[in-house]
T-cell receptor, first 118, second 111 residues
Framework: AQKITQTQPGMFVQEKEAVTLDCTYD???????LFWYKQPSSGEMIFLIY??????QNATEGRYSLNFQKARKSANLVISASQLGDSAMYFC???????????????FGTGTRLTIIP | EADIYQTPRYLVIGTGKKITLECSQT?????MYWYQQDPGMELHLIHY???????EKGDLSSESTVSRIRTEHFPLTLESARPSHTSQYLCASQGNNYGYTFGSGTRLTVV
């Protein structure tokens, strides 16, 4: 089974509208972390937002927020007031386990290509 | 300012050549990773290291090799480049907050 599932290969959104990018995850660990990264056409990976499994409140960073629904195992990224510069690939990722010296590789989803239409 | 550096940014090279992709970080992170990514596609882990003299193969089989002689340096080498190696290679390091910091990537084209 996929550990990270992003079901939207591509999305088109009108500028200034809000957009939700879906991410569901699968883990049996109690301690885990969820990340979102943005990858513009230039290729670099830009960290956007992080949510820990024990965080009681949804993470927010400027126009980005993470809609964390633990029971449903979903961690959707919400971008408010979308801008043309938001056009990019977006990857959801998960880190399992809580020990610093353990296996802490991130598992990435397949990504969603977001295109903002003027 | 980038704390993790990859060079070269772009590389076009002939089949059969030996190449080394450089990755250096200034954050003192022990954990470093190499990913291979075709344009617009998912990331595939090809190598990782949890510290000096520690290297492991990732989930995707790769003909490349890596070394970790110094904490800050994690180069990737292809002994004999082939057109199938054409891809983007992303290097990342991982801090205590578990998140990755990525380099800007190397876009490799083998002709």
């Amino acid at each position: 089974a996929q550990k990270i599932t992003q079901t939207q290969p591509g999305m088109f959104v009108q500028e200034k509208e809000a957009v939700t990018l879906d991410c569901t995850y699968d883990t049996s660990d109690q301690s885990y972390g969820l990340f979102w990264y943005k990858q513009p056409s230039s290729g670099e990976m830009i960290f956007l937002i992080y949510q820990g499994s024990y965080d009681e409140q949804n993470a927010t960073e400027g126009r980005y927020s993470l809609n964390f629904q633990k029971a449903r195992k979903s961690a959707n990224l919400v971008i408010s007031a979308s801008q043309l510069g938001d056009s990019a690939m977006y990857f959801c990722a998960m880190r399992e386990g809580g020990k610093v010296d353990g296996n802490e590789k991130l598992t990435f989803g397949t990504g969603t290509r977001l295109t903002i239409i003027p | 300012e980038a704390d993790i550096y990859q060079t070269p940014r772009y590389l076009v090279i002939g089949t059969g050549k030996k190449i080394t992709l450089e990755c250096s970080q200034t954050m003192g992170h022990d954990k470093m990773y190499w990913y291979q990514q075709d344009p617009g596609m998912e990331l595939h882990l090809i190598h990782y290291s949890y510290g000096v003299n520690s290297t492991e193969k990732g989930d995707l089989s790769s003909e490349s090799t890596v070394s970790r002689i110094r904490t800050e340096h994690f180069p990737l080498t292809l002994e004999s480049a082939r057109p199938s190696h054409t891809s983007q290679y992303l290097c990342a390091s991982q801090g205590n907050n578990y998140g990755y910091t990525f380099g800007s990537g190397t876009r490799l084209t083998v002709v």
